[in-house]
């Protein structure tokens, strides 16, 4: 299902001090063109250069802990998570930060200042869609009694366990379908946690310059340390927060339930990375990607049904993904097991009948040409095929896209050329021809 992107209004500024190094550092956030993606740029380096967040610039041999590290060339960025994972609770894809230092402001250790920051200069819908990565097959990833195993699902849930030996801080477990207002409301506030023998470790180390009680929680066997907590199981909310902010590096949301335990940066990124091969894998195999053409958009399934005038059963179009009205489009037909037709063809071994793949063409095709103002206030009648091939199975899981192209459009007919595929392989084809008709022919 498509969303739409979203950047900011207008740009702000938010100083503070890195949690890990101690440096101050300021940073100017600036609304961002369609399709650029989530970028900072090092403003005090010489070159300036911009890192792009992805899992390519991910940098895993850091010197700091506990915070995940992207960078390009000799520019890094430290603890970004708390800031993409306020990206992510307010759905922004595309957005500028510069940023004066090696690390972003801890603030308070949580994404609740970000959140209110980003709110502030306001959140504005682009006219460009963003596709969220729905999980297709499950991954698991992990390590020393720490993991993290993820579900195909049609939204983000996280179930989470956090289990310390500790006598405070006992096990907690933390699950939520998570969309912005939870978000917002029960993940942002949290604040970032470590044992208190594990900050007199880091302190030693020479990190952790920029920690202080308002912005860690640090945690001793009676409790919390010169703080009060924000919820009863703060701790865990937190690393939800994290692992939001981590996975977020894929530079598009993903649908899925997860199921963590103990996980920390490391283990996310390992899931990450696994995702983002799993993206690429079926990107190639079964989707097509949405080129911005001028004029051109997405037409779902609430507009279909105004242009055309199938209904279920016989609607064979979800979405029309390109689309140069009169001239050129690409359609998308999911098939499922649960399709009507799957009862009698075949009971014992479901395959698409063959016909029905040209009528998708052909309903895609009448998208195509209905669309064109000229023949407002008509209908399409499918006249005649030829040149009709069937070359591979179709069966359910499939992904149909339709690739359909007017050859040559008169006042009465109009001839189509159409091809349909699942991933690199051609399924059907047929050129077709349309006669046109008064809408009123269907009153």
Not at 6 to 31: A, M, W
Not at 136 to 165: C, H, Q, R, W
Not at 348 to 355: E, H, K, L, S, Y
């Amino acid at each position: 299902m498509k969303e739409s992107q979203k950047t900011i209004e207008k740009e702000f500024v938010l100083s503070g001090v890195g949690l890990h190094t101690g440096d101050k550092v300021n940073i100017r956030c600036k609304p961002a063109e369609l399709d650029s993606g989530i970028n900072f740029i090092r403003v005090d380096l010489n070159h300036k250069p911009q890192i792009k967040a992805n899992p390519e610039n991910i940098i895993f041999n850091e010197p700091l802990p506990r915070c995940t590290t992207i960078g390009k060339d000799d520019g890094v960025i430290h603890t970004v998570e708390h800031f993409m994972s306020a990206l992510f609770g307010l759905g922004i894809t595309n957005i500028m930060v510069e940023i004066d230092g090696r690390e972003l402001p801890g603030l308070d250790g949580s994404g609740k200042e970000y959140v209110e920051a980003l709110k502030k200069a306001g959140v504005k819908e682009q006219d460009g869609a963003v596709y969220p990565f729905e999980l297709i097959e499950p991954i698991g990833v992990e390590n020393n009694g720490s993991s993290i195993y993820m579900f195909p699902a049609k939204e983000l849930k996280i179930s989470y366990t956090l289990d310390y030996n500790h006598s405070f801080l006992k096990s907690q477990f933390f699950s939520s379908v998570i969309d912005s207002e939870v978000y917002q409301k029960q993940i942002a506030p949290c604040r970032t946690f470590c044992l208190e023998s594990e900050a007199n470790e880091l302190k030693s180390k020479g990190l952790g310059k920029g920690a202080n009680f308002s912005n860690t929680l640090v945690i001793t066997e009676n409790g919390v340390k010169e703080n009060q907590m924000r919820f009863d199981d703060e701790f865990v909310r937190h690393k939800v927060l994290d692992f939001i902010g981590d996975l977020y590096l894929l530079g598009v949301p993903i649908r899925g339930h997860v199921f963590a335990v103990k996980s920390g940066h490391v283990l996310n990124i390992q899931l990450l990375k696994k995702i983002a091969k799993q993206l690429e894998k079926y990107k190639k195999k079964t989707t097509v990607e949405v080129v911005n053409i001028s004029g051109n958009r997405v037409i779902g399934h609430d507009e279909i049904i105004k242009i055309l005038p199938h209904r279920y059963p016989f609607l064979l179009v979800d979405k029309v993904i390109e689309l140069e009205k009169g001239k050129r489009a690409i359609g998308i037909k999911n098939v499922t097991i649960n399709e009507s037709f799957f009862q009698g063809h075949f009971p014992t071994r479901a395959v698409m009948p063959g016909v029905l793949m040209v009528e998708a063409m052909a309903q895609t095709a009448g998208v195509v040409v209905l669309t064109n103002e000229i023949h407002k206030g008509k209908v399409a009648f499918f006249m005649a095929a030829d040149k009709v091939k069937f070359r591979k199975v179709v069966t359910p899981g499939d992904q149909l896209v339709m690739e359909v192209e007017v050859v040559r459009d008169r006042s009465r007919t109009v001839q189509v050329k159409a091809q349909t595929k699942v991933g690199h392989d051609i399924v059907a084809e047929a050129d077709m021809v349309f006669s046109y008709a008064g809408a009123e022919y269907l009153d």
